[in-house]
């Protein structure tokens, strides 16, 4: 494959006081590809998440977004942002706006668009994740799930280049989950490039390129999903997938 | 005199009482927001500097400031000279810290996490403040709003020490002239409770309404 490569961290650490949260890492992300990157709770997803979406920078490191190192050139860190899609644990919608409001406010403020274009983008991200009935509802009246949604369809509002998404299910119930995941499932399908922490193994095997493994601030292992589930090359993945897949 | 008529002639402080509670409720307000701000976010020393202002401003009587105003600085700058300006700052300045309790509070109230959703939208930080973070930040800060209004109508009893023709003044002068002890102090206090009660009251009411609404 030779799509240009979006978003990538090379050789990313990261420490607080005397403890290393990342320890060297390397990945990059192409256009249109979906990655998955699994590993115990710890081990520095969710940090390099929050790095490669410019939300803290690293130790030592760089991140390079579509070609150019996006620190050492002093790039527009809100602009760049702005390009990076991304969605947390927790839905964090802002509590104050409806649905709709959440998802027009990036396109008016960020993007300069006007009141009606904002909302027309706003309407099209809603249906996207089938919530367009929901559109005048607040947070607090919405279900975790439809919430998780909202949060998708807001940064996908920004029609960024790359989607980053932190565990977006961790605090959803089952039912919930397949909501979130349903979507997730359907943007991989529309080429969405998508860099995905999940747990949830059978999205990864249906629409991830590559999975993989986390442990200790270091990636150990990237392989194809069916490899990686079936065949994991560290003793360290093995334990965790097994664990994981509720083989032991 | 009848009671009625008694009431009639307090009611002629309530324009003080009102105007001075209201006035320093508004240099509070802003001074309150920019104290938050200064607490929260600007450098270490600008930061204690606002911290030292609301202890100073908390541990010492307003009726200290009052006097200190209009008696002390009054000889120096002009607008001192005045008892109702020197009541109007002195509240005022007591007020902004009070409030900058309150609104620090409300800001840090607000999840981290919705900051984080809004920097990963490449909002700006003053679009963050102005569209993410102070119009909730309001909502919270709404009750303790309503008692501070209530704090100020109250306090602003001590400007009649001064000589500000307020309600307490012209309760103390229907004392004074017709050896009335009782009469003009109730009603005085009754008025008091007219003032404050409602909008205490009805920011309360909001606030609760508003946070129940947005679940904040």
Known sequence: MSSETILEGQDIWKIYGSLEVLRGVNISIRRGQTKVIIGPSGSGKSTLLRILGLLEPPTRGRVVFKGRDVYSEGLDLAKIRSKIGFVFQQPSLFRHLTALENIKLGPKLVLGMSEKEAERRAREMLKLVHLEEFADYYPAQLSGGQQQRVAIARALAMNPDILLLDEPTANLDIELTWEVIEVMEELARKGITMLVVTHEIPFAREVADEICFISDGVIQECNEPEEMIRNPQTPRARIFLKRLLGEV | MSIVSDLFFILNGITATISISFLSFGIGFLLGILLAFIRLYAPKPAALLGDAYVKLFLGVPVLVFMLLFHFGFGQFIPLFKS????????????????????????????????LLAAR?????DSQILRHVVLPQAFIVALPGLGSEIALLIKDSAYAFILGVLDITKYADILRAAYREFVTPYVLAAMLYIVLTFPIANYLDKLGSRLKKKYAL
């Open chain 2, 120 to 124: 990963a939208l490449g909002l700006t």
């Open chain 2, 83 to 114: 008892a109702y300006f020197s009541s109007v700052f002195a509240l005022g300045l007591r007020s902004g810290a009070y409030q900058s309790q309150i609104f620090k509070a409300a800001i840090n109230s607000i999840p981290r996490d919705q």
